[in-house]
């Protein structure tokens, strides 16, 4: 069989390189559902890939072992990526975690690969904290013996043949990377090791042997096996790489896929680690039985029995596959094999074999009843369309859900039955009827559902809480999928609020006398209902009005509610809360239900506690000072800086484009906004004439490759950006800052930075440091992550015409988006530069 895949892959590599073009082609239609389903029955092997983020899988590489051969495999990611950028949106930390792990499923469901995260919930211990330059700082953050144990879980419940970690523990990689790498490979051991976390065999599950344990090599001279993966395949209309591109175009927060042509492509493996005897060969899959029909050849000798069964089921599969594009072949000799494989099942669990082989055997097996189910489902046509009469409950609501079932194969579907899964203490009930669904028949089964009072609320990382199990038998064989309901499914409070802003500041150089809160309450109750609002502040505060009360005539409606807060004349310098409460139907929530929707992933929530989150201190500025801001949408410093007092404007395409810009004393450009903005890109040269003319504009960072950033003539100078990016950054958020220029107004005016304004930044000082500029630029801090040199270029400032331009890489986004006081106040002075004559 293997012989035959190679030399078909062979064929499709050096004959269809190229798609072929003609109206015979154009005309033909290929059921790629069914050959997903049925492709898989070719071989036993399980792959995993570890990797640390969404988006770390080897997507070209996957398509290939998933869709190209068709062996199970699998990506699990150690965290959420809540640490990264956000290319679609202003979500940032948790929200972002749930974007790029539903970006992750959806990039899964093209190459076929499952996809497993270790995180298991919202600021998981396992948390994306920002880029780190080393294992030892990943794992002091994550903890090490949790997450080891997670992977080692893992490993004993997904049970890999092959593992394959997407980098190598390499200094120049993210510290992330690599902690996943060194773990993967401690685990390559460990997992088979019954002394490591007994306490999980106890639990049922069982040590787990890896036969082979590969890294990604950096070229074909270092690689111990070199595999062709770029060929065209019929089925999908494109190759394996396109394939794996067409996945990475799911990851869109994060700015993944690219369009690429069919050409050849090499995945390059180094061997590290096997515990099977390869022969010499230096094949992928060299030791590694590939089918059934290898396992026979493995079975000992007293077991000639099982071995001429193992044989003859594998020739069964191979035959269904054969059968492929025929629904009605392949179903009825589905619903053969699968009868066949729970009798070997039976068989193998009671036969006198070696404990680790008999493992691997039912484990192997269990796939394949799996398998087979899919693939008897997706060929007898069934169409299953599960929905509820509302996807947003609340607690002690009831509802509907109808399950519509319609056979449009060739085969009499017997004793078809449809039950939903709920969690514990969920009533469900029906009128559940087994029928005989013949071809063409419609059925239609209803569900009425209560949702308990103590259920829990919804959670994005959790199963669905309800599921539809949709059963039927055919000569005799009964097959079992789950299908999940329309759209998602969410217990939400009765009624949430939204405040804004969720962040304020207040100036204990001026104190202000009322701060506007607008509460923004949502009913998610199924109906009219009352609700009272009111905000909690803390002592010596005052609020007004005390509470508010809102009327509510259907689900989903809004009602806004503005409070005034009037902080006290003395307060101190320090953090403080305002909580937000919400009476509804006799009981209280306090929380803010952040709705996430895109068209790529569908929608999601985000529960968080509805709070208004403070910091008071002192924050000078010009009051006459005039700053227009570019948004880039990636970054809401604008509107922070709005809050904070500052006299902001956010300047529109026409106003960059035909707009006197001459009115604003400084201008500022957000974070990545040649990207986002082609307005900008397209008016730049305005923008440095209006440096020129002597306005001050203050650019944030953007990256070396992909912003649209052009190093010789964005800037007034030549400016070029640090390549490779993950070697320009200072990650260490605490790290000692050298201001080289303290007398210079950037430290002065209108506030005098100290060394406390540096104090407690979160997640990194700068990203995508310069590397190289002109002359003119002047340099002003200094600062460099433990061991390494230290960056020089965070705030660059030239001189250009009457004017001046000024660059700055650290992430003061994240600094007043996370209310650090240093990181206004020395924005502030940076904005301000040019003014302080005023």
């Known amino acids: 069989m293997r012989k035959y895949l190679i030399g078909l892959l062979s064929f499709l590599l050096i004959v269809s390189m190229v798609p072929l073009s003609g109206s015979a082609v154009e005309t033909q239609k290929h059921d790629v559902e069914l050959w997903n389903a049925v492709k898989p029955l070719e071989t036993t092997v399980t792959f995993l890939n570890t990797g640390a983020h969404p988006d770390d899988e080897r997507s070209d590489f996957l398509a290939y072992l998933s869709r190209g051969l068709g062996v199970t495999t699998a990506s699990l990611i150690a965290n959420r990526g809540e640490g990264g950028q956000n290319e679609i949106g202003n979500e940032l930390g948790n929200a972002l975690g749930i974007i790029r792990s539903r970006e992750m499923i959806e990039a899964a469901k093209i190459t076929g690969v499952t996809a ?30 949790e997450t080891y144990e997670r992977l080692i879980r893992f490993i004993r ?17 993210h510290g992330h990377h690599r902690t996943m790498a060194i773990l993967t490979e401690r685990a390559f051991e460990d997992a088979a090791d019954p002394t490591i976390y007994p306490e999980q065999l106890k639990e049922g599950l069982s040590v787990w042997k890896m036969k082979k344990f590969y890294f990604p090599a950096t070229s074909k001279d270092t690689a111990t096996t070199s595999i062709e993966i770029g060929m065209y395949d019929p089925i999908y209309e494109m190759s394996y790489p396109q394939l794996g591109e067409q996945s990475r175009y799911m990851h869109k927060s994060q700015g993944m896929g690219s369009d690429i042509p069919v050409a050849p492509r090499q995945a390059n493996l180094e061997l590290a680690h096997t515990t099977v005897d390869t022969h010499g060969s230096d094949d992928l899959f060299a030791g590694v039985p ?12 007293k077991a000639n029995d099982l071995k001429g069964q193992y044989t003859k089921l594998q020739g069964k599969l191979d035959s269904i596959v054969a059968a492929y594009p025929d629904r009605n072949a392949v179903f009825t000799q589905t619903q053969k094999a699968l009868k066949d494989v729970r009798n070997l099942q039976k068989k193998t669990e009671t036969a006198k074999l070696d404990k680790e082989l008999k493992l691997d055997l039912l484990h192997k097996l269990g796939l394949k009843e799996q398998q087979l189910q899919t693939a008897s489902f997706v060929s007898s046509s069934l169409d299953v369309k599960a929905e509820a009469a ?16 319609k056979n449009n194969g060739s085969q009499e579907l017997e004793h078809t039955q449809v039950s939903l899964t709920a969690p514990k203490g969920w009533k469900i009930t029906a009128n559940k009827k087994e029928k005989a669904l013949s071809p ?55 009624a949430a609020v939204k405040l804004n802003p969720e962040d304020i500041i207040v100036n204990t150089a001026n104190v202000q006398k009322e701060i506007p809160v607008m509460a923004k309450v949502k009913n998610y109750y199924n109906g009219k209902t009352k609700a009272s609002v009111s905000l909690k502040v803390p002592a010596g505060w005052k609020v007004e009005p005390k509470s508010a009360a809102v009327d509510f005539a259907s689900q989903l409606e809004e009602k806004e509610v503005t409070f005034t807060l009037s902080p006290p004349a003395d307060i101190k310098s320090g953090d403080f809360n305002i909580d937000s409460e919400v009476s509804v139907n006799g009981k209280t929530f306090s929380s803010t239900i952040q709705e996430i929707s895109y068209d790529h992933i569908g929608t999601f929530y985000y529960q968080y506690p509805a709070q208004v989150h403070g910091v008071a201190f002192e924050l000078l500025k010009n009051d006459n000072l005039k700053v227009g801001y570019i948004d880039s949408g990636f970054d809401m410093v604008a509107d922070y800086l709005s809050n904070a007092g500052l006299n902001i404007t956010k300047l529109t395409d026409n106003d960059i484009a035909t707009g006197d810009l001459s009115q604003y004393d400084t201008i500022v450009v957000g974070i990545r906004a040649y990207l986002s903005r082609a307005d900008l890109l397209q008016n730049n040269a305005r923008l440095l004439k209006y440096v020129e003319d002597g306005g001050h504009l203050v650019v944030q960072y953007h990256k070396p490759s992909g912003d649209n950033w052009n190093k010789d003539t964005s800037a007034p100078y030549p400016l070029t950006i640090g390549n490779v990016s993950i070697k320009w950054r200072v ?32 997640q990194e000082r700068g990203l995508y440091y310069p590397m190289a500029w002109a002359p003119e630029y002047e340099t002003f801090v200094s600062m460099a992550d433990p061991n390494e040199a230290p960056f020089d270029g965070g705030i660059l400032m030239a001189k250009y015409g009457k004017g001046t331009y000024l660059y700055t890489n650290l992430v003061f ?19 301000s530069y040019g003014s302080e004559n005023e």
């Open 116 to 145: 497993y995260h270790l995180s298991e919930t919202t600021s998981d211990e396992i948390y994306d904290f920002g880029f780190s330059k080393s294992p030892e700082e990943t794992l002091s953050k994550w903890g090490e013996d």
């Open 813 to 831: 986004y994240r600094q007043i988006q996370s209310q650090v006081p240093g990181g206004y106040r020395i924005f502030t002075n940076l904005i």
């Open 157 to 173: 419940t997904y049970q890999p043949d092959i593992v394959m970690p997407s980098f190598k523990n390499d200094p120049s990689q």
């Open 390 to 405: 509302s996807n947003i409950l609340t607690k002690g609501q009831e509802t509907t859900v109808t399950v519509t079932l």
């Open 440 to 494: 063409g028949e419609t059925a239609q089964l209803t569900f009425n559902v209560k949702v308990p009072e103590n259920a829990e609320f919804y959670h994005a990382y959790k199963e669905p809480a309800l599921q539809a199990v949709v059963s039927y038998k055919n000569k005799g064989t009964a097959t079992v999928q789950t299908q999940k309901l329309e759209g998602t499914i969410a217990v939400l409070p009765d």
């Open 731 to 762: 990650t260490d958020e605490n790290a000692k800052v050298n201001v080289l220029k303290p007398e210079s107004p950037l430290f002065n005016y209108p506030n005098k930075i100290t060394d406390s304004d540096w104090d407690n930044w979160v």
């Open 290 to 301: 590939y089918d059934l029909a290898e396992w026979a050849q493995v079975l000992p000798k």
